[in-house]
């Protein structure tokens, strides 16, 4: 079967799966999310034998397979890094409000408004 027959084929699956869900609005939805499902997993079926299907599926095992080399910190060094992330954010809000405070001080003695 050609390739464009079959990613057209995909796609009319899957809008016929959610039309159907839609059009089935009086039905109960249990039939209505198996009606949406079956479309769609039809064409997903169909779309896996299609190049582009092929690409995706290496694509998620690649990156399954990165995935797994992740090396995880352990409890001791999140907990560090989480202490160290925030002891600099509060050292960084104290540099700042000083900061503030200075520009704050000059613009009122530029402004006549100085004490």
């Not at 089935?24 to 169909?46: D, K, N």
Request: proline share 3%; net charge positive; charged share 10%.
């Amino acid at each position: 079967m050609n390739i464009n027959i079959r990613l057209s084929l995909s796609f009319l699956l899957f809008a016929a799966g959610l039309i159907g869900f839609y059009f089935l609005s009086a039905q109960p939805t249990v039939v209505r999310i198996l009606v949406f499902l079956s479309g769609t997993g039809f064409a997903v079926g169909v779309f896996w034998t299609t190049p582009q299907g092929q690409q995706i599926i290496g694509f998620l095992n690649s990156a399954i397979t990165e995935a797994k080399k992740v090396v995880w910190p352990t409890r001791k060094e999140t907990f560090q890094m989480t202490l160290i992330v925030f002891i600099l954010v509060v050292i960084m809000a104290i540099f700042l409000a000083f900061v503030d405070i200075g520009f704050s001080y000059i613009i009122n003695l530029l402004l006549g408004r100085g004490n």
